[in-house]
C-alpha cells in the first residue's frame, strides 16, 4: 500500500461541483500525514478538460463512452479495479447520492473500512466526523488499510481545492464496460419555479421548526420586510408546504446569498451542502446544541415564534 490520497472528482453535465473541491483541501490535508501526494480520479468521456483547476499532484484520467454521464455500475466497474491495483492510503468520495452509492459498495466488495460523513481531517491524521444528524462530532484515526472516507461540506472551503496551475494527467485504460445492468436514458430537468433562489441576495429559510404550514406566512411577513425571499429545508417540501424551487440543499437548490437567515432549520450536512457560501448565516432556533450553530456567523437560541414577530415590528420600525 502507498500514502497516497485518492479523491474520485464528481462532475454533471460538464460542470465540477463545489464538493469535489471540497474533497481535494481534506485530501491535502491528509495527504500532509500520510507523505503521500493528492491523486485526482476523473471518469468521463472527453471532460480532460475539467482536470485543469484541480489542487492534486496529479490526475489520473480514464475515458469512455460509457463513463459520460455516472452510473454506479460503470464508475464500480473502473474503481474497484484500479483500487485494488493502486492501493491507496485513503479513497475520498462525496457525501452526496453519487458518493454514497460508491463508497458503500466498494466497501462491501473490496472489505475495505469505509469512514461516512467526515467534516474535517486533523493535522494528526483523525478523522471528524458527524453522527446523530450532527449534534456529535466523532473522531477515529485512519486505517492501517486503505480507508474509503465520505465528506461533506463544512469544513474546507471549495477554493482551498482549485489551482491556477493545470495538474500532470496521466490517462489510463478503461475496462471492458459492455456488460452494464444500468444505462442512463436521459436527464429530466425540474420545472422552472416561480423565482430562482439561487440568484437571490436575501434568503429567509423555514424548517421542520416552522411546524405546520400556516407559519409560513410569518416568514412571509419576514421576507416582504427585508426585501428577501422564502425557501425552506427538505422536510418542508416534502410536506408539500413550499415548491420544490425553494428547496435548498444536497437534493435541491444550491444558493449564495448575501444573507441567509434560517429559521427552526437543524443543520443536516444534506442542508448545509447547499447553503455553505453564503456570506453571513443567521440561525433561529431554540435547540442550544443544533448543528446549523457552527455554521452560523450569528445565532438566536430561542422559540422563533418568541423571536421573528418582534424582529418584523423592528425592522418595520426602522424604516418608517
Not at 469512455?64 to 455516472?70: E, H, K, N, Q, S
Not at 486503505?146 to 496551475?165: C, H, S
Request: charged share 20%; aromatic share 6%; net charge negative.
Amino acid at each position: 500500500m502507498n500514502q497516497d490520497i485518492f479523491t474520485v472528482v464528481e462532475h454533471l453535465q460538464g460542470q465540477v461541483p463545489d464538493i469535489s473541491y471540497n474533497m481535494l483541501a481534506a485530501a491535502r490535508g491528509l495527504a500532509s500525514f500520510t507523505g503521500g501526494e493528492v491523486v485526482a480520479v476523473l471518469l468521463g468521456h472527453n471532460v480532460k478538460g475539467l482536470a485543469s483547476n484541480l489542487a492534486a499532484d496529479q490526475v489520473l484520467y480514464i475515458d469512455d463512452p460509457m463513463l459520460a454521464d455516472f452510473t454506479p455500475d460503470a464508475y464500480l466497474s473502473v474503481l474497484a479495479p484500479l483500487i485494488m491495483e493502486k492501493q491507496p492510503r485513503a479513497v475520498l468520495f462525496g457525501n452526496t447520492s453519487i458518493g454514497a452509492d460508491l463508497a458503500s459498495v466498494l466497501s462491501v466488495r473490496l472489505d475495505l473500512p469505509l469512514t461516512y460523513s467526515c467534516q474535517t481531517i486533523t493535522d494528526d491524521g483523525q478523522l471528524v466526523s458527524q453522527i446523530c444528524g450532527g449534534k456529535i462530532m466523532a473522531e477515529s484515526p485512519l486505517s492501517d488499510m486503505t480507508t474509503l472516507i465520505t465528506i461533506i461540506p463544512g469544513g474546507y472551503k471549495p477554493d482551498e481545492g482549485q489551482t491556477t496551475a493545470s495538474p500532470p494527467i496521466t490517462q489510463l485504460d478503461s475496462p471492458p464496460l459492455d456488460d452494464l445492468r444500468v444505462t442512463l436514458k436521459q436527464y429530466i430537468e425540474p420545472k422552472a419555479g416561480d423565482v430562482d433562489i439561487s440568484k437571490e441576495p436575501i434568503l429567509i429559510s423555514v424548517g421542520r421548526g416552522i411546524s405546520n404550514e400556516d407559519n409560513i406566512e410569518l416568514a412571509d411577513e419576514l421576507a416582504e420586510a427585508i426585501g428577501g425571499v422564502v425557501c425552506a429545508s427538505r422536510p418542508v417540501v416534502d410536506l408539500g408546504w413550499l415548491p420544490t424551487s425553494r428547496m435548498v440543499g444536497k437534493s435541491g437548490q444550491k444558493v449564495k446569498p448575501k444573507l441567509y437567515l434560517t429559521m427552526g432549520i437543524s443543520g443536516a450536512p444534506e442542508h448545509v451542502e447547499g447553503m455553505t457560501d453564503s456570506e453571513m448565516t443567521i440561525a433561529i432556533n431554540n435547540d442550544p446544541t443544533a448543528p446549523i450553530f457552527d455554521y452560523a456567523q450569528y445565532g438566536v437560541e430561542i422559540d422563533l415564534f418568541d423571536f421573528v414577530e418582534v424582529l418584523i415590528e423592528k425592522v418595520n420600525e426602522a424604516k418608517g
